[in-house]
């Protein structure tokens, strides 16, 4: 699934295989910050800003768990999956900001697949 992170500096996009990755990859990325909007086959599909709270009742009406206990799972259970996520965060077009949200993502990757190899 293909999403645009929704931010007022770099026009981003973001691959995912399913909602709930997305939804976590975006709030760890953004610190809940960057809303998310499906393209193509994601059309219809995203996860809202979260700057004045509210992230736990729109991850249980979701996925019927809290941010933290989504959060957990997905570290837990899907963390390829989050990693890759995460890596498949592609600038459109050159221009890019000071946040390189690119940069941040690549660096939060690689944090999920050390983590996987320390509790191996």
Same mark, same amino acid.
């Given at each position: 699934?293909?999403?645009?992170?929704?931010?007022?500096?770099?026009?981003?996009?973001?691959?995912?295989?399913?909602?709930?990755? +997305?939804?976590?990859?975006?709030?760890?990325?953004? /610190?809940?910050?960057?809303?998310?909007?499906?393209? /193509? /086959?994601?059309?219809?599909?995203?996860?809202?800003?979260?700057?004045?709270?509210?992230? /736990?009742?729109?991850?249980?009406?979701?996925?019927?768990?809290?941010?933290?206990?989504?959060?957990?799972?997905?570290?837990?259970?899907?963390?390829?999956?989050?990693?890759?996520?995460?890596?498949?965060?592609?600038?459109?077009?050159?221009?890019?900001?000071?946040?390189?949200?690119?940069?941040?993502?690549? +660096?939060? +990757?690689?944090?999920?697949?050390?983590?996987?190899?320390?509790?191996?």
């Amino acid at each position: 699934m293909k999403f645009e992170i929704i931010n007022p500096s770099d026009a981003c996009t973001m691959h995912a295989p399913d909602l709930e990755v +997305a939804a976590v990859a975006v709030s760890f990325l953004g /610190d809940g910050k960057y809303p998310l909007e499906g393209l /193509d /086959d994601a059309a219809g599909q995203g996860v809202p800003a979260f700057l004045f709270g509210g992230h /736990d009742e729109w991850f249980s009406s979701k996925f019927g768990m809290s941010f933290q206990d989504t959060a957990e799972h997905v570290l837990n259970h899907r963390n390829e999956e989050l990693a890759t996520t995460l890596d498949s965060v592609t600038l459109r077009g050159t221009r890019t900001s000071m946040n390189d949200i690119g940069g941040r993502a690549r +660096a939060l +990757a690689q944090a999920v697949r050390r983590k996987v190899s320390s509790n191996a």
